[in-house]
């Protein structure tokens, strides 16, 4: 395992060793922010779930913490499964989870802290009546699982949502609430699409259309706009749409058809699952949390002792430019891990070529780079008929006339392995430009059982707008954000060569038609704390 060792991240969220998967229950409270996750404590592949803790001050450092529910009843016997944490106007919180009973039946029960003044939420109640909720007639007995965070109606009731779906229509049950115990199930659904599977992992959230901030769940009015997020079982990916909620029959309506959720916006085009976001009342914002899982083989995770990381918690907000996406960002307390900087201005990096950027070590990093187009070369450039995607778009080793271009990471000195992460401009036959954004697997690694995909799709980009992105290194994972967090890929990367000190950064432009000109600022990035609390450390 020591010759996997390097794989280990040093600022993103991970447990000592074992299996984790979907983010639980994140909240803020009494000063610190609380983190739950699916784990395995026997073994590097899912299975025997319960539910691991961990406490942070910042989103970023973490004490790890003793699990918080384990198996122990027979409404949970089959697992401890997904949940969301709600907190009570009183300052109460309850989580409301889905247990795996000894006959594999989903359920929902209820659970809450303890002691609410212990800071840390060590010990959890489940409730002496569970299961509270088991699946309603019509509805198969494996599929209804994940209730959300409760909002409130104006009735003053708590409403939640639980994904199911109806042979092959994904959808998501409506339940009104005034204790958490006592359920009443809606006559329609939150919400329908043919054709997408098992929702599982619904989330369900208010977006402000006029401040940059983030709004409670139970926000509601004129200047919101709502966000539906399924995780699709049967893909594997997060999708997400903005629409309008209508209270009266606690349903939803995307904005647009064609980008239903399910079928249209992912958060992420790499590899995102199951993700969550949660209202953080301590600074106004609302924070997504994704389980991102692994790229390679069973046999390696099982070697190694442990598989799976969340992402870096990313602040959510509607983006007022385009009006049709979100925006996701790292929250700000990743730039408390920013140690030395370079910065490369205004670099031409011309048709065909390959520029080094000298920045030492590239196994931990936070990048940001702009990239000015030649206007005169977009105008000139010949378009073409061909319908571009990352995916079949021959990734970053192929030329067009306007792209690719973009930065290469965890390459090492002769780019024997790299990882492009790039900008492709398509001109279409009537001269219509389109941007997409990608992350190229194909030439990662010489590792022969690694995943080797190329990722991406569509970024919008606004008149007169450079392109930007935003790329955060961290050993076996890179995270890349562009125009602003519009469009994200996450990808797993495990290099054989271009690892620790061994690995570099450059510049690339493998298009054919235009140069472009790049300014980038780059951070070394110091490793997070992330280990148990012991007694030696000072509570407050
Ligand atoms: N993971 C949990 C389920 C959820 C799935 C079980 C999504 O509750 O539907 O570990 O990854």
Same mark, same amino acid.
């Given at each position: ?30 000063? %610190? ?23 942070? @001050? ?23 499964? !997904? ?13 409301? #989870? ?50 959300? +965070? ?10 939640? +949502? ?39 992992? &619904? ?11 983030? *709004? ?22 997060? #999708? ?28 992420? #085009? ?33 070697? @190694?002792? %442990? ?9 959510? *907000?509607?983006?007022?430019? !385009? ?7 790292? &929250? ?21 070529? &390959? ?63 790299? +990882? ?37 799709? #569509? ?60 300014? &980038?600022?780059? %951070? ?17």
């Amino acid at each position: 395992s020591t010759m996997l060792e390097w794989q280990r991240t040093a600022f993103h969220f991970q447990p000592e060793k074992n299996w984790m998967n979907d983010p639980n229950g994140p909240l803020f409270y009494n000063g %610190w922010y609380h983190f739950f996750y699916q784990y395995n404590p026997n073994g590097a592949v899912w299975g025997d779930i319960v539910w691991g803790h961990a406490v942070s @001050k910042d989103l970023i450092n973490w004490f790890h913490l003793p699990l918080a529910m384990v198996a122990d009843q027979w409404y949970d016997k089959n697992g401890v499964w !997904t949940g969301s944490a709600t907190i009570l106007p009183d300052g109460k919180i309850v989580m409301l #989870y889905t247990g795996s009973t000894t006959e594999a039946v989903q359920v929902q029960n209820l659970a809450f802290p303890a002691n609410h003044s212990d800071p840390f939420l060590i010990d959890w109640v489940k409730y002496h009546g569970n299961p509270v909720l088991v699946p309603p007639p019509g509805i198969y007995k494996k599929d209804f699982r994940d209730p959300t +965070t409760a909002w409130l109606t104006s009735e003053g009731k708590w409403r939640i +949502t639980i994904g199911s779906k109806r042979d092959k229509t994904g959808i998501s049950l409506v339940y009104d609430t005034k204790d958490f115990i006592n359920y009443e199930m809606l006559e329609g659904e939150l919400h329908a699409v043919s054709g997408t599977g098992m929702w599982e992992c &619904v989330d369900f959230f208010p977006v402000s259309k006029t401040e940059e901030k983030g *709004l409670d769940t139970s926000i509601n009015g004129p200047e919101v706009k709502h966000v539906v997020k399924v995780s699709l079982d049967d893909d594997r990916h997060d #999708y997400y749409a903005l629409g309008t909620y209508h209270e009266k029959n606690g349903s939803w309506i995307p904005d647009l058809p064609e980008i239903d959720v399910g079928i249209g916006i992912r958060y992420d #085009y790499g590899i995102f699952y199951a993700s969550k976001t949660f209202y953080d009342q301590n600074k106004n914002r609302r924070v997504l949390w994704g389980w991102i899982g692994e790229g390679d083989s069973e046999a390696a995770d099982m070697e @190694k002792g %442990w598989a799976s990381l969340q992402s870096i918690p990313r602040t959510i *907000l509607f983006d007022n430019n !385009t009006g049709t996406n979100l925006l996701q960002w790292p &929250v700000e307390e990743i730039e408390s891990l920013r140690l030395n900087s370079t910065e490369f201005e205004k670099v031409e990096v011309k048709a065909g070529s &390959v520029v080094p950027l000298d920045v030492g070590p590239g196994s931990q990093l936070d990048i940001i780079a702009e990239f000015e187009m030649d206007k005169e070369a977009l105008k000139k450039a010949t378009g073409s008929n061909i319908t571009f995607s990352c995916q079949t778009g021959g990734g970053a080793a192929k030329s067009g006339a306007l792209g690719p271009f973009g930065i290469l990471v965890l390459a090492d000195e002769s780019l024997s392995e790299q +990882t492009p992460v790039y900008f492709y401009i398509a001109k279409d036959s009537d001269g219509d430009l389109k941007t997409f954004f990608c992350t190229d697997l194909s030439r990662s690694s010489k590792a022969p059982d690694v995943d080797k995909q190329i990722f991406g799709s #569509y970024v919008p980009v606004l008149k007169d707008e450079n392109l930007s992105l935003r790329v955060l290194v961290d050993h076996s994972i890179v995270e890349s954000f562009a125009q602003g967090g519009r469009t994200v890929i996450t990808s797993r990367i495990y290099p054989t060569e271009a690892i620790n000190g061994a690995s570099r950064v450059f510049l690339f432009n493998n298009a054919t038609e235009t140069c472009v000109i790049a300014s &980038v600022k780059i %951070w070394q990035m110091d490793s997070a704390f992330i280990r148990p609390y012991s007694d030696d450390d000072d509570k407050d």
